[in-house]
């Protein structure tokens, strides 16, 4: 496996970042709003996101385990640290890199749920086209990718290749 060509750039995640995060401004006006990061991929878009937020956020971190193959997810989630806060009552606005079967988000939903929060939403940068998947109501969409398995901007390949400016594809993976 190598890394192939570059799918998004630097400048057009930051624009569609800027995008998303004067909806979320809009949205969230008044409110006091949770953003929950999902490590470790999603702690670049968190950190570049909440940047283009105008508002007091506060921030948390779930760390999630999925079974499986090191590019195949499997739906069968662990939760290695879970969130530091209560969220009853609180906004909480999850944070996720990529949506690919959403199978990890379905399950982080009905967690978090059952907390009653006030609000519960969904944002993802990238999320894979021409994948079934259940169901999800996300609020806030960056990219819609063809299903090819990608890193950087914080998406890994064995451990590597977070620090990637950019979205690569990489090439050799079926
Ligand atoms: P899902 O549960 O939606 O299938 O997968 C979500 C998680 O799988 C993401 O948060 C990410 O960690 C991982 N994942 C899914 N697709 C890709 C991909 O193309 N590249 C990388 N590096 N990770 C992916």
């Known amino acids: ?44 878009v968190m950190a570049d996101l909440a940047r283009h937020i105008d508002l007091p ?18 739906g069968v989630v662990r939760i290695l640290k879970d969130l530091d806060q209560e969220i009853a009552d609180r906004h909480v606005l999850i944070v996720e890199d990529i949506v690919d079967t959403g199978l990890t988000l379905q399950y982080l939903l009905k967690n978090l749920s059952v907390r009653k929060p006030a609000s519960l939403s969904l944002a993802a940068l990238l999320i894979k086209d021409g994948v079934e998947r259940p ?9 819609h990718i063809p299903p090819k398995f990608v890193v950087g901007y914080g998406l890994d390949l064995d451990g590597k290749y977070r620090n990637l400016p950019y979205v690569a594809e990489v090439e050799g993976v079926d």
Request: charged fraction near 25%; hydrophobic fraction near 45%; proline fraction near 1%.
């Open 1 to 44: 496996m190598k890394i192939g060509k570059e799918m998004i750039s630097a400048q057009e995640i930051d624009d569609k970042l800027a995008e998303m995060g004067a909806a979320i401004t809009a949205d969230y006006r008044g409110k006091d709003l949770l953003l929950v990061g999902i490590l470790k991929g999603a702690f670049v």
């Open 135 to 143: 169901p999800l109501d996300i609020a806030y969409e960056g990219f």
């Open 57 to 74: 956020v506060e921030f948390d971190f779930m760390a999630i385990s999925s079974y499986g193959s090191a590019t195949k997810s499997s």
